[in-house]
């Protein structure tokens, strides 16, 4: 899509990822060569950059791609009025090494033979771009039949070397050695996570990976960009020490996305300026290295186009995953997202290699997995016993909209039972209560209790408390602009399940407390629903309230029992 903003300002290409098309059409584009450099100089063998997705590792790797490719050889007008063409040496460098460029970007299928056969689909197209390898001459005869039989039906072995050979070839036609440029290398992995074919996709990656990136001699050098750093034991056991940098590394750290200066001149140059504090607000937050103020691309392009405030890049099906690790995570999962949706601040450890098969039982992995994304950022880190801790909280607006959307959609199947149980609450009108209740556990209790089943796991027991803190992140979602919402929190000699303290002096205040029937004691729901008022009355959770001036008769107090999908509410 492209958007004609005024004149003088350059035209906006929503979604170009061409470094070719962008400049020879004058599009807007900010200046990163100055990346081409810094990567060129670190003179690592294989590097690894992670990065939110639509932070434009897509462009840069096209960029990198037309730097150095042969097949833009004398294409400096590309490059010419930008940083690197300030560099004599980098003049003389540009077009002038054999490229391999592929992109692991689609391959997002359900099932591992499907994601298999794409792989060995890009990689025939690859072959079939260098068809002109076969008539020269360059290739002995076993070269010719392994160059043949390329195709979307071979085997392991020719696959996994498919990279490596054709580095051989290219080599020896021009006399360097080759630089290999993968793109989004773990999304296919990501989705053998989702789609459980992980131990498959693994091991391929791993034989791909190793003839590609280690016992490659024709290797000049290589870049891979990704989301995510997938565990050295996953796919990267057979490397020798790649490196490796992610959004907490200082390497590369304005090279992805746009500086708040950056983002300033753009908006001088769309007559925007104005709306300065209002972008911050939205799209500010990111950070990478010591590097603070990182504004994603993809949302101030569509801001400078469309020229309205919105959720941009949030506001997508890449979600899918953090969606489902939150919507199926722990109580404390649900817990600490309450918090961090009233701006709260999590602090936690974070392990930047992704283990994905430990997503499931480990929260610790899943906020790992939510900074690298660019779904929380850094606000402050600290070395404690030689491990770095660090203080979360979610990026900015953008995000914070898109969890509120993603939540509301947690409860869609159910939508109407669910606002009416709403209406009933804030009414205190026990009997609706419990009829809308109980359609709506009838419907989404298993939605949130599904336990995570990915690759091969056990499906774990069901357990009530993910439904009922899913059920205040709902709540959170609708009320949050009349009540002050929190869960699990002391007051007076314990901590209650849910607060609902009112920011108008009209309303209610209102505590909940959950119970699952106890099968060894035999207890109904009724009884069940006279112990939580009990220990509502006995542990004093009123007592906060009270300290906030709110007069006892204006505090409702609520039992909700749980015995499998039945529900029972009284006060």
Not at 254 to 283: A, H, I, M, P
Request: aromatic share 14%; with cysteine; proline share 2%.
């Amino acid at each position: 899509m492209v958007c004609e903003v005024k004149d003088m300002a350059r035209t906006i290409g929503i979604g170009q990822q061409n470094f070719e098309k962008i400049r020879t059409k004058d599009y807007f584009y900010v200046d990163k060569t100055s990346f081409i450099k810094e990567w060129w100089e670190g003179g690592d063998d294989v590097t690894l950059i992670t990065r939110p997705r639509r932070f434009g590792k897509t462009l840069t790797m096209s960029m990198t791609e037309q730097f150095f490719s042969l097949n833009y050889a004398g294409r400096g007008d590309l490059f010419e009025r930008l940083s690197i063409w300030e560099e004599e040496a980098y003049r003389k460098l540009q077009g002038t090494y054999p490229v391999i460029g592929l992109s692991f970007a689609n391959i997002k299928e359900k099932d591992y033979v499907t994601a298999r056969r794409k792989i060995c689909q890009l990689l025939a197209d690859l072959y079939a771009d260098y068809a002109y390898l076969m008539k020269d001459g360059v290739l002995e005869e076993r070269e010719r039949e392994f160059f043949a039989r390329t195709s979307v039906d071979m085997d392991d072995v020719q696959a996994t070397m498919a990279i490596h050979n054709l580095s051989k070839y290219l080599s020896r036609y021009y006399g360097k050695k080759v630089i290999i440029l993968l793109d989004e290398y773990d999304t296919p992995m990501q989705e053998a996570y989702i789609n459980g074919y992980w131990d498959e996709v693994v091991s391929f990656m791993r034989s791909l990976f190793n003839s590609t990136f280690k016992t490659n001699p024709y290797l000049e050098r290589a870049l891979m960009t990704g989301i995510t750093r997938v565990s050295r034991e996953s796919i990267f056991s057979d490397f020798n020490n790649p490196e490796v940098v992610t959004t907490t590394s200082e390497k590369y750290e304005d090279s992805f996305g746009f500086t708040q200066e950056e983002v300033w001149e753009s908006l001088k140059e769309y007559d925007l300026y104005e709306e300065r504090e209002n972008v911050r607000v939205w799209y500010d937050g990111f950070t990478f290295g010591r590097k603070r103020d990182i504004y994603n691309p993809w949302s101030i392009l569509n801001y400078l186009g469309k020229r309205e405030f919105a959720s941009y890049w949030a506001n997508t099906s890449s979600n899918s995953l953090v969606g489902k690790l939150i919507r199926e995570g722990s109580a404390d999962v649900k817990i600490t997202m309450e918090d961090l949706l009233v701006g709260g601040t999590l602090h936690t450890k974070i392990d930047e290699q992704i283990v994905y098969n430990q997503l499931n039982g480990n929260e610790n992995a899943i906020w790992s997995l939510l900074l690298a994304g660019g779904y929380l950022r850094v606000e402050s880190s600290e070395l404690k016993d030689g491990e770095r801790e660090y203080d979360l909280k979610l990026t900015n607006k953008e995000v914070v909209i898109m969890f509120k959307k993603m939540i509301g959609g947690w409860f869609g199947v159910s939508a109407s039972a669910y606002n009416t149980f709403i209406k009933a609450l804030l009414q205190g009108d026990v009997e609706a209560m419990n009829d809308y209740m109980n359609k709506v556990v009838s419907t989404t209790f298993s939605y949130f209790d599904t336990g995570g089943v990915f690759s091969g796991e056990e499906k774990a027991e069901p357990e009530p408390e993910r439904f009922y803190h899913g059920f205040v992140l709902g709540l959170m979602v609708d009320l949050s602009g009349r009540y002050r919402i929190t869960s699990n929190r002391e007051s007076g000699f314990g901590r209650y399940d849910v607060m609902l303290e009112p920011l108008k002096k009209e309303d209610n205040a209102i505590i909940i407390e959950f119970k699952v029937c106890r099968k060894v004691k035999n207890q109904t729901l009724g009884e069940a629903v006279e112990e939580a008022l009990k220990q509502i009355e006995e542990k004093n959770y009123a007592a906060n309230l009270e300290a906030a001036h709110i007069e006892p008769g204006r505090i409702k107090k609520y039992g909700i029992a749980f015995e499998g999908k039945n529900v029972l509410i009284g006060e």
